[in-house]
């Protein structure tokens, strides 16, 4: 009976252990009618955006479905846990998404907190002479860093004629990345809890360019140009997290536990 009462203890404790390990996964989505953040079309009309984030393992997810007129797209995302991040310097990254041919390209840059796209090209906010970007990441030429944070890439076609394009990443190099400039403020990087805030410009007819694979800075921008360019500026949305799960691990070991005890009461009720 102490055996039993044991392992029925010992059972209990993996389950809340399991519990406490386990990730929170944060989900959002977005659509025009929401009715949240501020929205311009110009850059084509957004059906929806589906976005997780895992606090745990930092797998980040993005993907949007838009009707478009140029099969040359991309975007550019920040986001972080509630304000809007327009304006905040050295605090997070910024993705460009060049979806311009068929197999799309990402890099990463810290956020110059401008409102704009140049942080691929200039550092900081202010000043007329351009500094060094913070460069972070790029997919292009399967560089060393390329499929150890890049899980998903995504430009598809739909049957209604729309276009789905977005990605999945391991975003912790980029939440643990050593910014080259601050305003004295936090590195958060990427990613969000219980509140998103939402900086993300779409550009048609994207043109771009990229460092050759022989240059020290190979595979991130030269150049990002478009013709037009739409936006959604959103703070503090709120996201829905998901009840935490017991990882496959603690649930061998409660089975195996409670598998034990059966054993035990099995033998004791044959020894009557």
Request: proline letters at 4%; glycine letters at 12%.
């Amino acid at each position: 009976m102490k055996l039993l009462r044991t392992l029925t203890l010992s059972a209990a404790a993996i389950v809340a252990s399991a519990g406490m390990s386990s990730a929170t996964v944060y989900e959002w989505t977005w659509t025009p009618d929401s009715g949240v953040g501020s929205y311009s079309d110009q850059g084509g009309d957004i059906n929806w955006i589906t976005s997780s984030f895992d606090s745990s393992t930092n797998k980040l997810t993005w993907y949007t479905n838009m009707m478009v007129q140029s099969s040359r797209m991309g975007f550019t995302l920040a986001i972080n846990d509630g304000p809007n991040p327009n304006g905040l310097e050295g605090e997070m990254a910024l993705i460009y998404f060049d979806a311009k041919n068929n197999t799309p390209e990402l890099s990463v840059y810290g956020y110059n907190g401008r409102n704009d796209h140049t942080s691929y090209k200039d550092g900081t906010r202010y000043g007329s002479n351009y500094d060094n970007p913070d460069r972070i990441l790029t997919s292009k030429y399967n560089s060393s860093s390329y499929g150890s944070w890049l899980h998903d890439k995504t430009k598809r076609w739909e049957n209604d004629g729309s276009l789905t394009m977005g990605f999945s990443i391991d975003a912790t190099s980029i939440i643990n990345h050593n910014p080259m400039y601050t305003d004295g403020s936090a590195w958060k990087g990427i990613g969000y809890g219980d509140d998103i805030g939402v900086w993300f410009h779409t550009f048609s007819n994207l043109n771009r360019r990229y460092y050759g694979s022989s240059s020290s800075k190979a595979g991130f921008l030269k150049d990002w140009g478009f013709s037009k360019q739409g936006w959604l500026d959103l703070t503090y949305g709120s996201t829905s997290p998901t009840d935490p799960v017991p990882e496959p691990a603690s649930l061998l070991l409660l089975g195996g536990g409670l598998g034990l005890g059966a054993i035990v009461r099995r033998r004791k009720n044959a020894a009557k």
